[in-house]
T-cell receptor
Framework: GEDVEQSLFLSVREGDSSVINCTYT??????LYWYKQEPGAGLQLLTY?????DMKQDQRLTVLLNKKDKHLSLRIADTQTGDSAIYFC????????????FGAGTRLAVHP | DVKVTQSSRYLVKRTGEKVFLECVQD?????MFWYRQDPGLGLRLIYF???????EKGDIPEGYSVSREKKERFSLILESASTNQTSMYLC?????????FGQGTRLTVV
């Protein structure tokens, strides 16, 4: 079956690194995504990783993929107050139709 | 820039009313989706469409239907609104690896 799980809350101090974790069940997932949702807004794509990669870096963002454990993480370096948002992990499972399956979202709170 | 426009940001409807949520995209994408977002549950897929007049049920289609008469427009219909359909509704389109989301419609059923 298709399932994506995330912890619901994370609190970090400004300037520290944040690590948001996600596990998924479909080992044949082709792409895995991180989306950000700021208050009152829709979802914004942050980054994605293809399943044959194990790491992707984009400025302050680092995505790590452990395919064996079906574990995805998003690391935000030098976390700022503007990073406060809900972060969603998502996958495209095997089976066609290109539909995205989302986790419940992790609410990141950044405090001074 | 891709634009996905949902017709209303906020909507209040009465129990039993027929409700239409409209979504329009301007980039000729074939795939369109309707999700609902609830705290602690994330986004759950209601219906999706991969072409005009084509539709597929998602994970929670009960109480909903959809219409895709033109490529750019995907409508979500609540046949008889109920209070448990109070939620945030998000429309999305997809091309290749990236999905694009509308701003969402917060629907309250009273």
């Amino acid at each position: 079956g298709e399932d994506v799980e995330q912890s619901l809350f994370l609190s970090v101090r400004e300037g520290d690194s944040s690590v948001i974790n996600c596990t998924y069940t479909d080992s044949s997932s082709t792409y895995l995504y991180w989306y950000k949702q700021e208050p009152g807004a829709g979802l914004q794509l942050l980054t994605y990783i293809f399943s044959n990669m194990d790491m992707k870096q984009d400025q302050r963002l680092t995505v790590l993929l452990n395919k064996k454990d079906k574990h995805l993480s998003l690391r935000i370096a030098d976390t700022q107050t503007g990073d406060s948002a809900i972060y969603f992990c998502a996958e495209i499972p095997s089976g066609g139709y290109n539909k995205l399956i989302f986790g419940a979202g992790t609410r990141l709170a950044v405090h001074p | 820039d891709v634009k996905v426009t949902q017709s209303s940001r906020y909507l209040v409807k009465r129990t039993g009313e027929k409700v239409f949520l409209e979504c329009v995209q301007d980039m000729d994408h074939e795939n369109m989706f309707w999700y609902r977002q609830d705290p602690g549950l994330g986004l759950r897929l209601i219906y999706f469409s991969y072409d005009v007049k084509m539709k597929e049920k998602g994970d929670i289609p009960e109480g909903y239907s959809v219409s895709r008469e033109k490529k750019e427009r995907f409508s979500l219909i609540l046949e008889s609104a109920s209070t448990n359909q109070t939620s945030m509704y998000l429309c999305a389109t997809k091309l290749g690896t990236e999905a694009f989301f509308g701003q969402g419609t917060r629907l309250t059923v009273v």
